[in-house]
């Protein structure tokens, strides 16, 4: 069959057959991208300086610069020692209560995720000084690195998050209002986790941890500019004072003067060492982001993801069905692919096919982030569970086990966000009534 007669469908299977072919044989996924969609390019007779030109103009989006700002922030703030206060900040307000230290630490991962925008980096800030406070206290250590492991998928849904920034870039979606979305989801999410805690450690004593106004006093002074970060930078974005990847400047000088002229924790050598993790994990998102670009290009300009769309309504037009399948293929991708490949790779596919079911695309985002932060905590790839091992010295197994019963929690978290878009979309909502 000659390229030009290529049904949409066909150009669609070759290009995952060639996907899936090359991931089966152990190639990263960045390369299983980028040499399918060339490899369509060369059977379609398409110039290949195309796909180079489309691919590098995603890579100068405003909006992308978010990222490694966001990135720094979040390295420069655990450097700083903003998170540290921050966990003192929420074990003295919850942790004196039985099961109270499982409970502040997902607290802590709340405020950590408001000030990073990513799942392992706020599971790796909290966990190293979580995970050994609460088996210090009495908690099973592979229980204290489940509910660290699973916590830790609460920072990519409370905002800013970096998979929002990227879900935004690649479907064409407001990060601001993304952003907006996070918020009641997250404190769902975040509470749907405390009451596991609750009933799973209520045996658990408090390990000689007392109630005290004086420290309770103490730790907020403590930490007053540490919560006062994640205030001024999301205060700042929906106040319309700047926009997003502003915020994620004005979060890093923030970080810089606290760090450096008030808790004088910020040194030169730990400054260049978050220059060095920001430029690792920046760059590996990039690459993902130009050969996603392209692959999503050829999707769309074949009009691919429509096709799926009506051959998918052609079998029913229940949208709660479709979503049943949509968070159940999220969850078993998540196990085996990390967070950013997934957004870059389903957004194309499945926003279209959601969107002709009347889904918006903020609910439709909000939802895949979600079960991106699931993906954190299920092996084989689970990055989360493999931070939390390697802190806790316990095996992933034992890890994975204990995590089960938050992982539920979470599953039905996202039930109740998908049967009730309106604790999605409220805020975002209100974005659009208070816009003159």
Not at 21 to 39: E, Q, R, Y
Not at 148 to 174: D, N
Not at 344 to 357: E, G, R
Not at 406 to 426: E, K, R, S, T
């Amino acid at each position: 069959m000659e390229a030009a007669a290529m049904s949409p469908l066909a150009i669609g299977g070759m290009l995952f057959l060639i996907f899936f072919a090359l991931l089966l044989i152990g190639s990263p996924i960045m390369v299983a991208l980028g040499v399918g969609t060339m490899a369509c390019f060369i059977i379609l007779d398409i110039d290949l300086s195309l796909m180079i030109e489309r691919a590098f103009a995603s890579l100068t989006a405003f909006p992308l610069m978010a990222l490694p700002a966001f990135v720094l922030a979040g390295a420069l703030m655990e450097a700083a020692g903003i998170s540290r206060r921050l966990v003192a900040v929420a074990e003295s307000v919850v942790g004196p209560i039985p099961g109270g230290l499982a409970i502040s630490t997902v607290l802590s991962c709340v405020f950590f995720g408001a000030i990073s925008g990513s799942g392992p980096a706020t599971t790796a800030a909290v966990g190293m000084l979580m995970i050994p406070a609460m088996t210090k206290r009495g908690y099973d250590t592979a229980y204290a690195a489940a509910a660290t492991a699973t916590s830790g998928g609460i920072g990519i849904i409370i905002p800013p998050s970096i998979p929002m920034v990227i879900y935004g870039v690649t479907g064409q979606v407001s990060i601001s209002k993304m952003f907006m979305a996070g918020f009641i989801p997250g404190f769902i999410i975040a509470t749907s986790l405390c009451v596991v805690h609750f009933f799973k450690c209520r045996n658990v004593g408090s390990g000689g941890l007392e109630w005290s106004l004086r420290q309770l006093l103490h730790v907020l002074k403590d930490g007053f500019w540490s919560i006062l970060a994640p205030l001024i930078i999301l205060g700042g974005i929906y106040a319309g004072l700047f926009t997003p990847t502003e915020a994620a400047i004005v979060a890093i000088f923030y970080t810089i003067i606290v760090g450096v002229f008030i808790h004088r924790e910020l040194k030169f050598k730990s400054f260049m060492a978050s220059l060095n993790t920001t430029s690792w994990l920046t760059g590996r998102v990039l690459v993902l982001v130009f050969t996603a670009t392209a692959f999503g290009y050829l999707l769309t300009s074949y009009r691919i993801p429509v096709e799926i769309a009506n051959w998918i309504l052609s079998f029913t037009d229940n949208v709660y069905l479709v979503w049943f399948f949509v968070i159940i293929l999220l969850l078993f991708l998540g196990m085996f692919m990390e967070t950013l490949a997934i957004i870059m790779l389903v957004t194309p596919v499945l926003l279209p096919i959601m969107t002709a079911y009347g889904v918006d695309p903020i609910h439709f985002g909000l939802i895949l982030i979600c079960c991106c932060g699931i993906g954190f905590s299920t092996p084989p790839l689970g990055e989360n569970m493999f931070i939390a091992s390697g802190i806790s010295n316990q095996s992933l197994e034992r890890i994975s086990l204990k995590a089960l019963p938050m992982v539920a929690a979470n599953i039905a978290a996202i039930v109740l966000l998908v049967l009730f878009p309106g604790l999605v979309m409220f805020l975002p909502n209100m974005m659009d009534t208070a816009a003159p």
